[in-house]
């Protein structure tokens, strides 16, 4: 059933970045986070995290301004090990983000990546963001858009510090550093 999921998410980013013209460009952000919230449920299915990581549901976070609008909303139906989805939003840096299971860093919050990402350092949260450099500033996952597709960009070893574990079928996507 994971395999089902994992290939209709790629089925769908064909559609959509297969369909993309230069006069869609301004679409092309939507698409790009149509493509991203895709991969967001991958990783909440083929990713382990210790087993204390996960409370009483598994949370997905937005900090920043929320860039996926609707896009997000049919996972908050699905599960993760029996624990349902729930999606959480956060304004900026207040609030506690060493809740979330996966914690997605808008662009909005660039200036604020260090006082975001320090806190959770070593917390088992896998940290996401479209930011340029975010992987390279103590992130763990960037998503990169170039030449119209969005590639992965993983830190494993940030990855791997607290313990969380990415299935060798989302590695075998990314670029590994």
Same mark, same amino acid.
């Given at each position: 059933?994971?395999?089902?999921?994992?290939? #209709?998410?790629?089925?769908?980013?064909?559609?959509?970045?297969?369909?993309?013209?230069?006069?869609?460009?301004? $679409?092309?952000?939507?698409?790009?986070?149509? #493509? =991203?919230?895709?991969? =967001?449920? /991958?990783?909440?299915? #083929?990713?382990?995290?210790?087993?204390?990581?996960?409370?009483?549901?598994?949370? !997905?976070? =937005?900090?920043? $301004?929320?860039?996926?609008?609707? /896009?997000?909303?049919?996972?908050?139906?699905?599960?993760?090990?029996?624990?349902?989805?729930? !999606?959480?939003?956060?304004?900026?840096?207040?609030?506690?983000?060493?809740?979330?299971? !996966? +914690?997605? !860093?808008?662009?909005?919050?660039?200036? /604020? #990546?260090?006082?975001?990402?320090?806190? +959770?350092?070593?917390?088992?949260?896998?940290?996401?963001?479209? =930011?340029?450099?975010?992987?390279?500033?103590?992130?763990?996952?960037?998503?990169?858009?170039?030449?119209?597709?969005?590639?992965?960009?993983?830190?494993?070893?940030?990855?791997?510090?607290?313990?969380?574990?990415?299935?060798?079928?989302?590695?075998?996507?990314? /670029?590994?550093?």
């Amino acid at each position: 059933m994971k395999r089902f999921h994992f290939l #209709l998410a790629a089925m769908l980013a064909v559609v959509i970045w297969g369909s993309q013209t230069p006069q869609a460009a301004a $679409q092309s952000v939507d698409s790009k986070f149509t #493509l =991203i919230s895709a991969y =967001i449920y /991958n990783f909440t299915q #083929l990713t382990t995290f210790p087993s204390a990581a996960v409370k009483d549901s598994f949370t !997905v976070c =937005i900090v920043g $301004q929320d860039p996926f609008g609707a /896009n997000l909303d049919p996972i908050k139906s699905r599960k993760v090990n029996d624990e349902r989805i729930s !999606v959480k939003h956060f304004g900026g840096t207040e609030g506690d983000l060493s809740s979330c299971n !996966v +914690l997605f !860093v808008s662009g909005s919050e660039r200036a /604020n #990546l260090q006082a975001i990402l320090k806190p +959770l350092k070593g917390a088992p949260v896998l940290t996401m963001s479209d =930011i340029s450099g975010f992987a390279d500033s103590g992130g763990m996952v960037e998503f990169k858009l170039e030449d119209g597709k969005v590639g992965i960009w993983i830190d494993l070893s940030a990855v791997r510090a607290p313990g969380i574990s990415i299935s060798s079928k989302l590695l075998s996507l990314a /670029n590994i550093r």
